[in-house]
């Protein structure tokens, strides 16, 4: 979430509803590839990753599973993410910082609320609780950007931007467990070109995490615990 630069909600909100709820471009180019192609191989390989995409049809997945072992699950509204099967059609290569302007509990209970428009994959609390509220292969309208949206996981910090003190060392360390675990799983690159602040986003009227958040203090920390594989692994 974060602090926002002077602009409308509403403006903000449309832009962390993801744009719209099209569907993906590669499942759009699906019939024009068939039939371009005309050939049988093409059009399974295509709709073996699409099937799911057609009205009434969702890919099985199991209730409660997290992508991160040891976070709890907690889901977010169905209004705030977008049903995907990334990294198959949508690569992800970037992780986003947040902080949530707020308390955990608060950030919970927003990105429950439908009419909020946005949620983020993952919640760091300050004592280093992790919670999981939407699966990495979904599409989380976090980033105020359909692009970095599809393309990247977003991690929330429980706390202000103007409170360095909300940044704890709990939660330095377990968010860089978490994000080395992310990288390590899509072969992300642990730099801060891949590791961005919700600020950096291109359109965004976000400020988090602020100047506040130590970037070569996590950084030095993602990349001990990607060094250390002391990452939690998937389940």
Same mark, same amino acid.
């Given at each position: 979430?974060?602090?926002?630069?002077?602009?409308?909600?509403?403006?903000?909100?449309?832009?962390?509803?993801?744009?719209?709820?099209?569907?993906?471009?590669?499942?759009?180019?699906?019939?024009? /590839?068939?039939?371009?192609?005309?050939?049988?191989?093409?059009?399974?390989?295509?709709?073996?990753?699409?099937? %799911?995409?057609?009205?009434?049809?969702?890919?099985?997945?199991?209730?409660?599973?997290?992508?991160?072992?040891?976070?709890? %699950?907690?889901?977010?509204?169905?209004? =705030?993410?977008?049903?995907?099967?990334?990294?198959?059609?949508?690569?992800?290569?970037?992780?986003?910082? #947040?902080?949530?302007?707020?308390?955990?509990?608060?950030?919970?209970?927003?990105?429950?609320?439908?009419?909020?428009?946005?949620?983020? #994959?993952?919640?760091?609390?300050?004592?280093?609780?992790?919670?999981?509220?939407?699966?990495?292969?979904?599409?989380?309208?976090?980033?105020? =950007?359909?692009?970095? =949206?599809?393309?990247?996981?977003?991690?929330?910090?429980?706390?202000?931007?103007?409170?360095?003190?909300?940044?704890?060392?709990?939660?330095?360390?377990?968010?860089?467990?978490?994000?080395?675990?992310?990288?390590?799983?899509?072969? *992300?690159?642990?730099?801060?070109? #891949?590791? *961005?602040?919700?600020?950096?986003?291109?359109?965004?009227?976000?400020?988090?995490?602020?100047? #506040? %958040?130590? %970037?070569?203090?996590?950084?030095?920390?993602?990349?001990?615990? /990607?060094?250390?594989?002391?990452?939690?692994?998937?389940?």
């Amino acid at each position: 979430m974060g602090t926002r630069r002077a602009s409308g909600d509403g403006a903000s909100r449309s832009r962390g509803k993801d744009g719209d709820r099209r569907v993906g471009r590669r499942a759009l180019l699906i019939g024009t /590839a068939v039939a371009a192609v005309g050939t049988a191989v093409v059009a399974r390989d295509e709709l073996t990753r699409a099937w %799911w995409r057609v009205p009434g049809v969702t890919k099985p997945r199991k209730e409660g599973e997290v992508d991160y072992a040891g976070a709890r %699950w907690v889901a977010a509204s169905d209004a =705030n993410w977008r049903l995907a099967d990334r990294p198959d059609d949508f690569g992800i290569d970037m992780v986003v910082i #947040h902080v949530t302007q707020g308390s955990f509990a608060s950030a919970v209970r927003v990105f429950q609320d439908p009419k909020h428009g946005a949620a983020s #994959h993952y919640i760091v609390r300050k004592d280093g609780h992790v919670t999981q509220m939407i699966r990495e292969l979904d599409v989380a309208y976090h980033a105020g =950007n359909r692009d970095y =949206n599809e393309r990247s996981v977003g991690i929330e910090h429980e706390g202000f931007v103007d409170r360095p003190q909300d940044f704890t060392d709990e939660m330095y360390e377990a968010s860089a467990r978490l994000t080395a675990r992310i990288c390590a799983r899509y072969d *992300i690159p642990l730099d801060r070109e #891949h590791i *961005i602040g919700h600020v950096e986003v291109p359109g965004t009227d976000h400020t988090d995490p602020g100047e #506040h %958040w130590d %970037w070569d203090r996590y950084m030095k920390l993602v990349r001990a615990a /990607a060094a250390k594989g002391s990452g939690a692994a998937t389940t």
